[in-house]
């Protein structure tokens, strides 16, 4: 007799009273397991026949006949072969982008033994848009080994799925198959998708550093830069090499050398000093002079500067719409098309990173920020900010001559300075670029954690010299490690969480993840307008103020390189890239691998693995071949190939031991990543409303202009930009902005891109300088998509993307000019009713809008402050207990309507009014200007200019204003 016992792993077998379930000895108790034991005996050898006969008899309550049927079939299809309906169960599946997979669809269904299931039928098309065909496993005449192959849509990376339906030739059931797609194999660029940019000659070390540079030569597209530091030009040993590509709506080849640069498409830069290693680190330094066009900063840490060796150099290049040589030397920079940095100490390692600020200091021109580490494990870094200027810059500028007018110096004071800094965008949402510096391990000596400093960008401006110990949360605050000696790779993160404030990365490549050594740790800190505390320690992050990433494998070292690499799968999120150059793929030790991850205003976990990113979320870039240290140095591209999508740029090295020449990866952004699958376009609609917290304000008071763009329409409109200058009369005191910059001078709000459904706010404080009466405008004057009711910059007051307010200033004090809103509501019943409707604030809104084109009657007021109060003494007394700021303010308010005299002249006189044959008789420039309709009217002239330029109204109109 054969021993079975329950709970033991044996054959499984359905049952025609169970037929939706499989059934093993082990599902069955050992009383009824004894029980048919006794019931077979010996008559049964075969173990699967008795089996079978043994779960039958149980499921069937111990039909005798069962044990008859078994003997005399031999069989365990006789048994238990009952006709069992089919049914399919959900299959998952997982590819890489851009390659296809056979799924065994049929292999986990179930059915009547002995009777084969067959597919009937699949969605050909699946819901990301990918294609299903049959395959028949190389056998044609059986059709139960047919297969499905999944073909994901081109660049697609995220979750798929679709549907098949299987029979038995009688029944049918119908199950879901779902596939992932989390991986994007660089070897798979082609041209469309992307390209490569291979090294020159072996030991060049191509991508060592990669970076955006935004529109360096003018023609409206974004440009990169790739940094090769150990190449030899014109022969000097390891001077560097940092190779310039032009953006391109033409398309790029697949392969790309430096070879193939010919000073139209790009341009090669080489460096002057050996062992200088320029190109170590490369950046754009913005519009650093201010002439409308990016720059570039290109660091030469090993450059002997001033006789002091290794004390490093920072060349900066100026944009020029004008076409460079193939190759430029550095030598050439004269101060016109650019200048050197010098370090000023003997192992300064000047420019061993460089990053663009933006403008932390409120002038409108961008800033560049240069790293100077020291020595090994000293206490002698420093951290050089340049403010851009228009004036120019002297050929060479030694970095001792940073004064707190040119810039500032900020000081190390706990270990070394960082070896990494960047710009950070606007992180506390005042309006002002701020800006990162990690470090190497603070206090190396000591077992501490190492630290990154932030800086706030500042109006009032930087004293010569900052030392880190004076961050207090206010001007910056420090952010505390966790790891022991370790260093920090710090970026900006772009507004990865979509609240309207930029946020800042932090990685650290050494730390140990999942307990593997060196996996690696990333650091997200959210921005926030509420004030940062003093000292921020980064166990404090909690998934509500940002969120870890944590490596997957022993020494790969994620967190190496971090950069913001803007919105690459056109979702309206800015996405994060993470490189993790140790990482192997397949058998390619240190291949390298770059993740990104996407950014969403859903949330984040507080600990998210890499193993997480399925597609959706993100996804991992996989290096092609081993030692190629992938993901060394990855950055946003900006949007190189001008489809409206930004790009990624991953540096590949290779490895130091194997003298390679290094290549880089340029990825196109894909509205296919991330799962997005958009078979037709929507279209944005924007809308921009403009308020003011007055409207007739008085000299000295601060006045805020509120600008709201939303977008109401059902897709995504990219790279907004609304005009909004302040007017005469006013000057600018504070900026605060959702999202986006502020640029005073040029008066356009960068806005960037806005989702469906998302409104941004900008808020302009201005001081009131001068009596004035205007119109002021706002409007999108540029975004990427078509918006359906409106065309930017088109000047079109009746679209709803631009507004305007209509203020009146008037003086605090003496003699002023004052519309009489009284004299023209009178005058003009219409008027009055639509104003007691609301449809215009007031009259004198109306006159502006309409009433001066139809040649409406109207009256000014020659207004006597000392008369007025004079005359007046509740008025006076009034003002005196602070229940009026003077008495113009009363006038206007109460008085006229009081008929309260303004002055001491007649108020039925006409000599009150403006005589517009007078004064364009006077000023025969102002009259020249109407002709060519610059101004409606003399008396338009008068209310923006003339009044203030002391202009007489009439021909009795004495000192109206003073001067």
């Known amino acids: ?529 509420t004030q940062f505390p003093a000292v921020f320690n980064l166990s404090q992050i909690n998934g509500n103020n940002g969120f870890i990433l944590n490596g997957i494998e022993p020494d790969e070292r994620s967190g190496i390189s971090v950069s913001a690499v803007g919105d690459l799968n056109g979702d309206g999120f800015d996405d994060l890239t993470i490189g993790a150059s140790g990482a192997s793929v397949g058998s390619n030790n240190a291949a390298g691998r770059t993740y990104i991850l996407f950014g969403t205003n859903q949330g984040f976990a507080a600990n998210i693995n890499y193993s997480d990113l399925n597609g959706n979320n993100g996804f991992f870039l996989n290096g092609v071949a081993a030692d190629d240290l992938s993901g060394t140095s990855v950055s946003g591209a900006g949007d190189i190939n001008g489809d409206g999508l930004d790009d990624a740029i991953i540096g590949s090295p290779g490895s130091l031991f194997n003298n390679a020449p290094g290549k880089s990866f340029v990825v196109f952004g894909n509205a296919a990543f991330g799962g997005i699958y958009r078979p037709t376009s929507t279209p944005a609609d924007l809308q921009l409303i403009k308020t003011s917290s007055s409207t007739t304000p008085y000299i000295g008071d601060l006045v805020t202009f509120s600008l709201v763009v939303s977008n109401n329409g059902a897709g995504i409109s990219r790279q907004i930009k609304v005009s909004d200058l302040l007017p005469p009369g006013m000057s600018l005191v504070s900026v605060s902005s959702e999202q986006g910059t502020y640029d005073s001078i040029t008066g356009i709000w960068d806005v960037g891109n806005l989702r469906d459904g998302i409104s941004r706010t900008l808020n302009i404080v201005a001081k009131v300088d001068a009596i004035a009466s205007n119109t002021n405008t706002a409007a999108v004057t540029a975004a990427r998509e078509t918006d359906p009711d409106s065309i930017p910059n088109n000047n079109n007051p009746n679209e709803d993307d631009q507004d305007s307010v209509i203020y009146s200033v008037a003086g605090g004090g003496g003699l002023s000019l004052v519309f009489d809103e009284a004299y023209y509501l009178a005058k003009h019943p219409d008027v009055k009713a639509a104003v007691e409707k609301r449809k215009f604030k007031n009259g004198f809104s109306h006159f502006v809008r309409h009433g001066e084109k139809e040649n409406r009657e109207f009256r000014v007021w020659v207004f006597d402050e000392s008369y007025y109060l004079a005359q007046n003494p509740d008025v006076k007394a009034a003002v005196e207990k602070g229940k009026f700021r003077n008495g113009l303010r009363h006038f206007i308010q109460h008085g006229q309507f009081e008929a309260r005299k303004p002055n001491a002249i007649d108020p039925s006189s006409k000599t009150l009014q403006f005589d517009e044959d007078y004064y364009l008789q006077q000023n025969p420039d102002v009259k020249k200007a109407v002709e060519k309709r610059k101004f409606r009217s003399g008396f338009a002239h008068f209310i923006e200019w003339g009044q203030i330029e002391g202009r007489k109204s009439s021909p009795l109109e004495k000192n109206i204003l003073p001067g």
């Not at 640069?261 to 000093?273: E, R, T």
């Not at 390692?349 to 403008?359: E, I, W």
């Not at 932030?454 to 605050?477: D, I, M, Q, Y």
């Not at 370790?486 to 507004?495: F, H, I, Q």
Request: glycine share 14%; proline share 5%.
């Open 1 to 529: 007799m054969f021993d079975y016992k329950s709970g033991e792993d044996t054959n499984t077998f359905t049952n025609k009273n169970f037929p939706r379930q499989k059934v093993t000895l082990k599902d069955l108790s050992a009383a009824d397991i004894q029980k048919t034991e006794e019931l077979i005996g010996n008559s049964i050898t075969n173990p699967a026949i008795r089996e079978a006969a043994i779960i039958d008899l149980v499921l069937t309550n111990f039909d005798p006949s069962i044990v008859e049927a078994a003997i005399a079939s031999q069989t365990p299809d006789s048994i238990l072969a009952i006709a069992i309906p089919p049914r399919a169960f959900e299959d998952f599946a997982s590819t890489s982008a851009n390659t296809p997979v056979k799924i065994d669809v049929l292999g986990n269904d179930e059915g009547t033994i002995g009777v084969p299931l067959v597919i009937a039928n699949f969605d050909p098309t699946t819901t990301k848009g990918g294609t299903i065909k049959l395959d028949d496993n190389a056998t044609p005449d059986n059709q139960s080994d047919d297969q499905l192959i999944y073909t994901p849509p081109a660049n697609f990376t995220g979750i798929d799925s679709f549907n098949y339906t299987l029979t038995d030739g009688k029944e049918t059931s119908t199950s879901k198959v779902t596939i992932s797609v989390p991986v994007f194999n660089l070897n798979n660029l082609n041209g469309n998708n992307g390209f490569v940019i291979n090294g020159n000659n072996a030991g060049n070390f191509s991508g060592v550093s990669t970076s955006s540079i935004g529109d360096f030569n003018g023609d409206g597209l974004d440009d990169l830069i790739i940094g090769a530091f150990g190449a030899d030009p014109n022969n000097i040993n390891a001077a560097g090499e940092s190779y310039v590509l032009y953006g391109s709506k033409a398309g790029f080849p697949a392969n790309i050398t430096p070879a193939n640069l010919n000073g139209n498409n790009g341009f090669i830069i080489n460096g002057i000093d050996a062992n200088g290693f320029s190109g170590g680190a490369v950046s754009s330094a913005g519009d650093l002079n201010g002439d409308g066009l990016d720059d570039i900063a290109i660091g030469a840490f090993g450059a002997t500067a001033n006789g002091k060796n290794n004390a490093g150099k920072t060349y900066i290049l100026f944009g020029s719409k004008t076409p460079f040589p193939v190759r430029f030397n550095l030598s050439d920079l004269n101060g016109n098309n650019g200048f050197v940095l010098n370090g000023v100490n003997e192992f300064d390692y000047l420019g061993l990173s460089v990053s663009k600020l933006g403008d932390l200091n409120g002038d409108s021109l961008d800033d560049l920020l240069v790293n100077a580490p020291g020595p090994l494990n000293s206490s002698a870094g420093k951290n050089y900010i340049i403010y851009g200027r228009k004036g120019g810059f002297p050929a060479s500028l030694n970095a001792s001559d940073i004064n707190g007018t040119n810039g500032f110096v900020i000081n190390e004071t706990d270990g070394n300075s960082g070896s990494s800094v960047s710009g950070v965008g606007d992180i506390n949402g005042d309006g002002m670029a701020d800006l990162i510096v990690g470090t190497d391990g603070a206090n190396p000596d000591s077992n501490t954690p190492g630290k990154s400093y932030v800086v706030f960008g500042s109006r009032t401006g930087f004293s010569p010299v900052l030392n880190r110990a004076e961050l207090n949360g206010k001007n910056g605050f420090i952010i505390e490690g966790i790891e022991i000696n370790t260093s920090t790779v710090v970026s900006g993160a772009g507004d990865i969480n979509g609240d309207g404030a930029d946020d800042l990365i932090v990685g650290i490549s050494e730390a140990n993840a999942n307990n593997n050594i060196a996996a690696g740790k990333t650091y997200i800190i959210f921005g926030s307008k």
